[in-house]
């Protein structure tokens, strides 16, 4: 499997709401990140699709190195 792309060194807060779905981007090429801009087409990355359970703000990760995929574990400190 492709290494993603390092979209950036810092996890994106978001303000999301609750019971909507969002689809990160895995591949990193997304000009809109964290979310999915349709960049992955023709690659091996497709988004992952994350339903918010309450509305509030999370910190979605953007190193695409995250184990606790799509939000942010520290894992951009070690890169
Ligand atoms: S643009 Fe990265 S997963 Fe769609």
Do not use: N
Request: a positive charge; hydrophobic letters at 35%; glycine letters at 12%.
């Amino acid at each position: 499997m492709a290494e993603p792309v390092i979209a950036g060194r810092a996890p994106i807060g978001v303000e999301v709401e609750a019971g909507k779905t969002y689809y990160w981007c895995t591949c990193g090429k997304s000009a809109k990140q964290p979310f999915c801009d349709g960049s992955h087409k023709g690659g091996e990355f497709a988004p992952l699709a994350y339903t918010a359970d309450k509305t509030a703000k999370v910190w979605f990760c953007a190193c695409k190195r995250t184990a606790g995929q799509p939000l942010c574990d520290g894992a951009h400190k070690s890169l």
